[in-house]
């Protein structure tokens, strides 16, 4: 499995525009603030069938986040991506909560599945 730097997130963030960053906490969490463009499928007993769903694309380059280095959900979502055969599936172990002590740009609220719907 493959983990991503924050700096890696940030540079990948801007070298692939299509990419799809997927928070795998709860709606909960993921309405208190997340990462700017970020989707929401919470890790559980549906994650697979939303994944697909969202992201039938298996090339697609997806980033998934939790909280932080404890929170091992991102790491578990990221080992039934790649179950299901996608290839370019990173984990961004440090989480939204290193993302937010650098400063970098987050939202909060609904639930947003493309990018581009950022105004």
Same mark, same amino acid.
């Given at each position: ?12 963030? &801007?070298?692939?525009?299509? #990419? ?5 906490? %709860? !709606?909960?969490?993921? +309405?208190?603030?997340?990462?700017? *463009? ?23 380059? &997806?980033?998934?986040?939790? #909280? ?5 959900? %991102? !790491?578990?979502?990221? +080992?039934?991506?790649?179950?299901? *055969? ?34």
């Amino acid at each position: 499995m493959l983990t991503i730097s924050r700096k890696e997130l940030q540079e990948l963030l &801007v070298s692939c525009p299509d #990419l799809k960053l997927v928070e795998v906490l %709860s !709606e909960t969490d993921f +309405q208190k603030f997340h990462l700017q *463009g970020a989707i929401n499928i919470p890790l559980g007993d549906f994650f697979c069938e939303q994944i697909l769903q969202e992201i039938p694309d298996k090339t697609q380059t &997806v980033v998934v986040y939790s #909280l932080n280095y404890e929170c091992k959900y %991102s !790491e578990q979502a990221t +080992q039934q991506m790649l179950q299901l *055969g996608y290839q370019r599936v990173y984990d961004y172990e440090p989480g939204k909560i290193d993302w937010i002590a650098a400063h970098l740009p987050t939202e909060y609220g609904h639930h947003i599945t493309n990018r581009s719907e950022i105004p």
